[in-house]
């Protein structure tokens, strides 16, 4: 009689990894493999899901969810491929495993190399690790959104036809124009880089005139007339208030270029001088390093005052000049009071404009598109106003020059029968 203990042979299973679940109360999906009481996971390219939605996928009979349907069809897939693996092995290790799992597997290098998900993954940790959190976030948004269109998706599957139908779909759902942009400018920032790594032809690139166009929306009546400008101005507030500090810092970024409130928060006592104020923009720090041009500001008195009121008093080169970050800040945790402090500049400048009978929108984002607008009817070459928003081209500064006020295109019109209006 064999003395010997039965060899224990390895198992092969794709489960749902809840060690740790994700902000939107999803875990991913793995292969699990384990030998001798050792257990290693791989990752594998399917949608993260729930616990209910993993529970009808394994437990339903009928599964009505035709991504469900075509996961667990793919799940059978890669567990047969692993087992079959397992038994090719003569004497199993994780090593031995991994050596032919990866070789054979889908995830080679040029299987990754086309998987628009995955370039979304590593898009997304590279934006993390810059510290970039607002921009990862977006990219997050984005490949959400596609997953939720598509389970799998390549860049050699993306066609004019399929974007199409990608944006019809986020429209339907609801999305504005706005954000049906940002999704597929992030889209195509990937779609850009896998045509350089030569994942697609030229002829397979579906963007551009006679191909795919990202549709953009106009910016319509954000900028406020100079009229509407001073009443705010002149409005009275509560002192030392939340609403008084709202109005100072809206017309902070007003008067200082339409400076946003995340460079607020980063001005240091250093970029302060006697009259001037010298910056480079956070947005384009990192996206034009080869070509960063500071911003310059002129401190007028009104300037002065403001921060004279609401300046940190430690007056240390390397301090901040506003108290809304602390040292060190995580870049997580400046997203956070960043967004807070621009909720809060917004909720009461808001308020402030409904009391005074203004029918517009006021955010932080008027408070720039009214400063370039107001300089451009005031005469101010657009290169001067280009410059001064740190803008890199012409383009995207006349995207954010406002059209006139009806006022005044009542007086062009009134000139083309300018004898009708004589004053004699």
Same mark, same amino acid.
């Given at each position: 009689?064999?003395?010997?203990?039965?060899?224990v042979?390895?198992t092969?299973?794709?489960?749902?990894?809840?060690?740790?679940?994700?902000?939107? *109360?999803?875990?991913?999906?793995r292969?699990?493999?384990?030998?001798?009481? #050792?257990?290693?996971?791989?990752?594998?390219?399917?949608?993260?899901?729930?616990?209910?939605?993993?529970?009808?996928?394994?437990?339903?009979?009928?599964?009505?969810?035709? &991504?469900l349907?075509?996961?667990?069809?793919?799940i059978?897939?890669? #567990?047969?491929?692993?087992? !079959?693996?397992?038994?090719?092995?003569?004497?199993?290790?994780?090593?031995?495993?991994?050596?032919?799992?990866?070789? @054979?597997?889908?995830?080679?290098?040029?299987?990754?190399? !086309?998987?628009? =998900?995955?370039?979304?993954? @590593?898009? +997304?940790?590279?934006l &993390? *690790?810059?510290?970039?959190?607002?921009?990862?976030?977006? =990219?997050?948004?984005?490949?959400?959104?596609?997953?939720?269109?598509?389970?799998?998706?390549?860049?050699?599957?993306?066609?004019?036809?399929?974007?199409?139908?990608? #944006?019809?779909r986020?429209? /339907?759902?609801?999305?504005?124009?706005?954000?049906?942009?940002?999704?597929? $400018?992030?889209? $195509?920032?990937?779609?850009?880089?896998?045509?350089?790594?030569?994942?697609?032809?030229?002829a397979?690139?579906?963007?551009?005139?006679?191909?795919?166009?990202?549709?953009?929306?106009?910016n319509?009546?954000?900028?406020?007339?100079?009229?509407?400008?001073?009443?705010i101005?002149?409005?009275?507030?509560?002192?030392?208030?939340?609403?008084?500090?709202?109005? !100072?810092?809206?017309?902070f970024?007003?008067?200082?270029?339409? +400076?946003?409130?995340?460079? +607020?928060?980063r001005?240091?006592?250093?970029?302060?001088?006697?009259?001037?104020?010298?910056?480079?923009?956070?947005?384009?720090?990192?996206?034009?390093?080869?070509?960063?041009?500071?911003?310059?500001?002129?401190?007028?008195? #009104?300037? $002065?005052?403001?921060?004279?009121?609401?300046? @940190?008093?430690? /007056?240390?080169s390397?301090?901040?000049?506003?108290?809304?970050?602390?040292?060190?800040?995580?870049?997580?945790?400046?997203?956070?009071?960043?967004?807070?402090?621009?909720?809060?500049?917004?909720?009461?400048?808001?308020?402030?404009?409904?009391?005074?009978?203004?029918?517009?929108?006021?955010?932080?984002?008027?408070?720039? /598109?009214?400063?370039?607008?107001?300089?451009?009817?005031?005469?101010?070459?657009?290169?001067? +106003?280009?410059?001064?928003? *740190? /803008?890199?081209?012409?383009?995207?500064?006349?995207? =954010?020059?406002?059209?006139?006020? @009806?006022?005044?295109?009542?007086?062009?019109?009134?000139?083309?029968?300018?004898?009708? =209006?004589?004053? !004699?």
């Open positions: 009689m064999p003395t010997g203990k039965s060899e042979k390895p092969a299973a794709v489960v749902l990894d809840t060690r740790r679940q994700k902000v939107n *109360g999803t875990f991913p999906i292969l699990r493999i384990t030998y001798q009481r #050792e257990r290693k996971y791989y990752s594998i390219r399917l949608d993260d899901l729930t616990s209910e939605e993993w529970y009808k996928l394994r437990k339903a009979e009928r599964l009505k969810d035709k &991504r349907v075509a996961m667990r069809d793919e059978a897939e890669y #567990e047969k491929l692993a087992k !079959d693996i397992i038994k090719e092995i003569p004497r199993f290790s994780f090593e031995r495993f991994e050596e032919r799992y990866f070789a @054979d597997h889908s995830i080679d290098a040029k299987s990754r190399a !086309d998987d628009v =998900y995955m370039a979304f993954t @590593d898009e +997304i940790a590279k &993390r *690790g810059q510290g970039r959190v607002s921009t990862a976030s977006t =990219y997050e948004t984005a490949l959400n959104s596609l997953k939720n269109y598509r389970s799998r998706l390549r860049f050699t599957d993306l066609t004019p036809k399929l974007l199409e139908e990608y #944006e019809n986020l429209v /339907h759902e609801g999305r504005s124009i706005t954000t049906v942009g940002i999704y597929l $400018r992030n889209l $195509r920032t990937l779609v850009n880089q896998a045509k350089a790594k030569g994942v697609i032809t030229a397979e690139y579906p963007f551009g005139k006679g191909r795919y166009e990202i549709p953009a929306a106009r319509v009546k954000k900028a406020l007339t100079l009229s509407e400008i001073e009443r101005y002149n409005s009275p507030t509560v002192p030392e208030s939340p609403a008084d500090r709202a109005k !100072d810092l809206w017309f970024s007003y008067l200082c270029n339409g +400076i946003n409130v995340k460079d +607020i928060c001005l240091r006592w250093a970029n302060v001088d006697q009259d001037r104020i010298t910056f480079v923009r956070a947005k384009t720090a990192r996206t034009r390093k080869s070509n960063q041009k500071p911003i310059s500001i002129i401190v007028t008195k #009104e300037v $002065r005052a403001i921060i004279e009121k609401w300046a @940190d008093k430690d /007056h240390s390397n301090g901040y000049v506003f108290p809304f970050l602390p040292a060190n800040v995580t870049p997580q945790r400046e997203r956070e009071l960043v967004q807070y402090l621009t909720r809060s500049i917004n909720k009461y400048v808001k308020r402030i404009a409904v009391e005074l009978g203004i029918d517009k929108p006021v955010t932080t984002y008027t408070a720039r /598109h009214s400063y370039s607008t107001v300089l451009k009817r005031s005469g101010a070459p657009i290169e001067f +106003i280009s410059e001064s928003l *740190g /803008h890199s081209d012409l383009r995207t500064t006349e995207n =954010y020059l406002d059209s006139f006020e @009806d006022d005044t295109k009542r007086q062009y019109i009134k000139s083309l029968l300018n004898f009708n =209006y004589s004053t !004699d």
